[in-house]
């Protein structure tokens, strides 16, 4: 038995189980991410939190909350936003939600892959605009996909996810990761290459390492200066692990052809003139929109406070 306080609102049956399994639940009922001020009040006093990607849980957090929380669950895959170390210090145990979002988020990697070669973006557009007129061969040429070559840089779940639907155009997959990972090479004949090698070769280049000291700016000036004129950036992991304000002038200069983004550096804000790049496909942090993944994911996030506070086994705990 518990008291769980919700930060924003969740779809699905995540709340249900909370209320059916605690003491108390309070859920923030706008859906609205809270003033920082306004989120240290609110959850004093709690044993447990269930947080969005955008509420940082550091010592301010964890001393705004008090002795008495044990666990905080992220409704979020990625956990770049917690101090796992200080939680550790004070016996507050983290969670996230692993895997429940691996194929959603694949699908929109491809649909940003996709749209952005394709050019869907600028053609959806003539046609609201009514500048849609006769039919011509030189209309909109975009990029192939068919036995093109695609880098996948982070060889985890999602990569591998994305790296799987790869084979329906007969890509190569080159991949960049710490360590060889077998079933890439038997499933997909992949190739383990260097950040240099991958943003060199790749026609399609698709981001999906998490955010650390290591990989923010991963993707900087030099970077995109090693990628073709012809090559696509695609990018559904965090937002400033690619340079942005470098992006955008790449972009502006033609240096790639195009990029795909659903996550950005200073999230909600774009950088100056990335609005204006034709050459860029855009959507808002959609990677895992789907009713049933983000109904799972609250799902997931409810039982990770429910095990914690009962002491059982089987939440997705962050070893940080």
Not at 94 to 122: F, K, Q
């Amino acid at each position: 038995m518990g008291r769980i306080f919700v930060t924003r609102p969740i779809p699905g049956v995540g709340i249900g189980l909370l209320e059916e399994s605690v003491h108390e639940v309070e859920v923030n009922g706008e859906d609205r991410v809270l003033e920082r001020g306004e989120l240290l009040e609110r959850i004093r006093g709690f044993d447990g939190v269930l947080t969005q990607m955008a509420d940082r849980v550091d010592a301010e957090f964890l001393d705004a909350a008090g002795e008495g929380l044990k666990c905080v669950s992220n409704y979020a895959v990625g956990y770049n936003n917690f101090d796992v170390a200080e939680a550790k210090k004070r016996g507050v145990v983290c969670c996230n939600t692993p895997g429940v979002l691996t194929e959603a988020t694949a699908d929109i990697a491809w649909t940003l892959l996709m749209g952005v070669a394709r050019r869907v973006y600028e053609g959806e557009r003539m046609v609201r605009e009514g500048r849609f007129g006769v039919w011509s061969p030189t209309m909109l040429l975009g990029g192939d996909l068919v036995g093109k070559t695609l880098a996948v840089i982070g060889a985890g779940r999602i990569g591998y996810a994305v790296a799987r639907r790869a084979m329906g155009w007969n890509m190569k997959v080159m991949y960049v990761s710490r360590s060889v990972k077998e079933d890439w090479e038997r499933d997909f004949g992949a190739e383990k290459v260097g950040l240099r090698e991958a943003l060199e070769g790749g026609d399609f280049v698709s981001v999906h390492v998490p955010l650390n000291e290591e990989t923010t700016h991963l993707i900087g000036r030099e970077e995109l200066g090693w990628m073709k004129e012809s090559a696509y950036l695609i990018n559904t992991a965090r937002g400033p692990v690619i340079d942005e304000k470098a992006l955008v002038e790449v972009l502006q200069a033609g240096g790639i052809a195009g990029a795909g983004l659903d996550v950005y550096e200073e999230e909600p804000k774009l950088a100056e003139g990335l609005v204006d790049c034709e050459n860029a496909l855009l959507l808002p942090h959609l990677g895992s929109a789907t009713i049933f993944t983000r109904s799972e994911m609250g799902r997931v996030a409810a039982e990770n406070l429910i095990k914690v506070l009962n002491g059982e086994d089987g939440a997705c705990v962050i070893e940080g």
